[in-house]
């Protein structure tokens, strides 16, 4: 296994449709291997495989994050020519992006999707999801086609500011026992670059 380097924003290789994998050839079991390595080191919940430079239609996901157990979280998925079959409801979800290094956007996705997809067996499967691991399915199927969160985001900022504006309002919360939710962060920033 190895370190992939991260194509970041700005080159034309991560705006661009990828093609179907045709087969499940051993170039494509090993960009999977270095792709989880890439996306661990990197600490990020997802990889898509033009991330990595390779125009072809797959990804990697790692959205249990906040899973109780440790079997749950540490769980990746590879989907391969992966297909949203159903979307409902919506939401708004604070996403980075390991191409798109410092930032942070705020994008409407829906709240609930089916998605499925070949795994390195060449087995199918269907997968539902709902609130943060729907939108980690969303970022990384969108990838595919060629759109960054930061093409459709509603808002963006710095990383360093929402790290400040989340400890900002997580110590607000501390009494209340209250989560900080996505609304209130970029409420937050708003008034903030209001002042
Ligand atoms: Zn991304």
Not at 127 to 150: K, N, R
Request: proline share 4%; with cysteine; charged share 35%.
């Amino acid at each position: 296994m190895a370190l992939r380097n991260i194509t970041i924003r700005g080159d034309e290789i991560l705006a661009k449709k990828c093609k179907p994998v045709k087969e499940i050839t051993p170039r494509i079991v090993e960009a999977c291997e270095d792709m989880v390595e890439t996306m661990l080191a990197a600490d990020g919940v997802g990889i898509a495989a033009p991330q990595v430079g390779i125009m072809k239609r797959f990804f990697i996901a790692m959205p249990h994050v906040d899973a109780e157990d440790e079997e749950t979280r540490d769980r990746i998925y590879v989907m391969i020519n992966p297909e949203i079959t159903y979307r409902e409801g919506t939401q708004e979800s604070s996403e980075g992006c390991l191409s798109v290094p410092g930032y942070m956007g705020l994008v409407d996705r829906p709240y609930k999707i089916r998605i499925k997809g070949t795994d390195l067996q060449g087995e199918e499967h269907e997968y539902e999801f709902e609130g943060f691991e729907a939108t980690v399915f969303c970022h990384e199927y969108d990838h595919l086609d060629g759109i960054l969160y930061s093409d459709i985001a509603k808002d963006m900022m710095t990383a360093e500011e929402y790290s400040e504006i989340l400890h900002e309002l997580q110590e607000l919360h501390e009494e209340d026992d209250d989560d900080t939710d996505n609304a209130e962060i970029w409420e937050k920033k708003k008034e903030r670059s209001n002042q």
